[in-house]
């Protein structure tokens, strides 16, 4: 293997923003999977979707932990099998949080089209269907995974999730993803086009809106990663790992923004998870969080109220 100095200074700024963005990623989608928890208004179907998106997320980002962990403790190089098994949950998570961005469009989507079926559908049985693709899509995804772990066991790579798809897995997780965000494309147009014709609830309009930025957000990222690199890999066909590692790092951290962003968009897009975050963050500063005003993001601190759990 080509030597890879991962303490190169100009890998800093995307291992800075790497790490930085998952823990901001797994505080944000922990207080979304929180707001379900006290929140009986959040336990809505679409709302338990949302939460078990936010909980995938937390796994898939409490890989940056690791990385993070590896990395400042001078030992940022594993053999690729050693990382499979590590980041076998992360990986896992990563691939069914993906999916279920779309799975959480085809729900609005059934709901808004027809909600009197919608409303009668067992919700039980309802969310295990819903759970079973993404389940089966990232469980196909890491088999094709292990069969080329399997060929390069010790081979060292950066203990990064993303490392641990070389030869084919690495190709097959990008169209495989790739599917996924056309798909996702094309069910949150029909979704908007659908909301605009129909008269649909304010509360339905802004979960709808909040729910197609994060979409977007996730999107813009992945797109710029993957056209980047294809058009790069195009013009450079002899890139060294080195070359590699530098966009990885430095680019990578893109479609880590959708995800670190969830919790920010539907703090400022909708009323619920809004009123829900500014009580959990009551609890969390001890009283001294206020929002200034509804519907607005912004907030001050005082010293004389006591938390409210």
Not at 35 to 44: D, E, F, H, M, Q
Not at 106 to 124: A, K, M
Not at 189 to 212: H, N, Y
Not at 261 to 267: T, W
Request: with cysteine; hydrophobic share 50%; proline share 3%.
């Amino acid at each position: 293997m080509e030597q890879i100095d991962p303490y190169n200074p100009a890998v800093f700024p995307g291992i800075f923003l790497t790490i930085g963005l998952g823990i901001v990623g797994i505080f944000g989608n922990a207080n979304i999977v929180w707001a379900s928890v006290r929140n009986r208004r959040l336990r809505s179907t679409c709302n338990t979707i949302i939460a078990v998106t936010a909980l995938s997320d937390i796994f898939h980002q409490a890989a940056h932990l690791v990385f993070a962990y590896c990395y400042l403790s001078g030992n940022p190089f594993l053999s690729i099998e050693t990382a499979f098994y590590i980041f076998l949950i992360p990986a896992f998570n990563m691939c069914f949080g993906a999916f279920l961005v779309l799975s959480i469009g085809i729900d609005r989507l059934f709901c808004v089209s027809f909600p009197s079926l919608y409303s009668r559908v067992e919700s039980n049985m309802y969310l295990v269907l819903t759970m079973i693709p993404p389940a089966v899509y990232s469980i196909i995804i890491l088999y094709q995974c292990y069969i080329q772990v399997e060929k390069f066991k010790e081979r060292l790579i950066i203990a990064m999730i993303a490392e641990i798809f070389v030869g084919d897995s690495h190709y097959y997780c990008n169209v495989s993803q790739a599917i996924v965000y056309l798909l996702s494309i094309i069910v949150y147009t029909s979704l908007w086009i659908v909301v605009r014709k129909k008269s649909a609830e304010v509360s339905t309009k802004k979960l709808v809106k909040s729910l197609s930025f994060i979409m977007l957000s996730l999107l813009v990222g992945w797109l710029f990663v993957g056209v980047f690199t294809t058009v790069y890999g195009r013009t450079h066909p002899n890139i060294s790992h080195a070359d590699s590692y530098f966009f990885h790092m430095n680019i990578g951290w893109l479609i880590n923004l959708g995800i670190s962003a969830n919790y920010f968009i539907y703090f400022a897009f909708n009323d619920e998870y809004r009123r829900a975050f500014s009580g959990q963050l009551r609890i969390l500063t001890c009283g001294r969080w206020v929002a200034q005003r509804s519907g607005s993001v912004g907030a001050t601190f005082v010293t004389s109220h006591t938390p409210t759990f």
